[in-house]
């Protein structure tokens, strides 16, 4: 059974930093890009960041860019987002997801369709 949880959500004052976790069981965690979204209050649900399986090579919405983070550890099954200067519009539940990947190239696709395992979300909300 996969698991896919997150962790490390809280409220923050804009300009200040969180790191968000997320480990994943069940699962050949190399064999995954991963991924987090997030879902502010009355909009659909966004990507932020991707990563490939080998963690060479990631993508940021351009909203966070310079700003975010992302990384991730094969050995232990964890993905991390340090998020810096945070902004009020930041805030939302932020989604960890794991998507197999089916070649041993860097290439991914960071959109919801491209990923199967979904974390019950971690809240961020940075206060003004």
């Known amino acids: 059974q996969v698991q896919v949880v997150e962790s490390g959500g809280g409220l923050v004052q804009a300009g200040g930093s969180l790191r968000l976790s997320c480990t994943a069981s069940g699962l050949t965690f190399a064999d995954y890009t991963m991924g987090w979204f997030r879902r502010a209050p009355g909009k659909e649900r966004e990507r932020v960041s991707c990563i490939s399986w080998s963690g060479r090579t990631s993508y940021y919405v351009d909203s966070v860019k310079g700003r975010f983070t992302i990384s991730r550890d094969n050995a232990k099954n964890t993905l991390v987002l340090q998020m810096h200067s945070l902004k009020p519009e930041d805030t939302a539940m932020y989604y960890c997801?794991?998507?197999?990947?089916?070649?041993?190239?860097?290439?991914?696709?960071?959109?919801?369709?491209?990923?199967?395992?979904w974390g019950q979300g971690t809240q961020v909300t940075v206060a003004s």
């Open positions: 997801a794991a998507g197999l990947r089916y070649s041993d190239t860097e290439s991914f696709t960071c959109g919801e369709p491209s990923f199967r395992y």
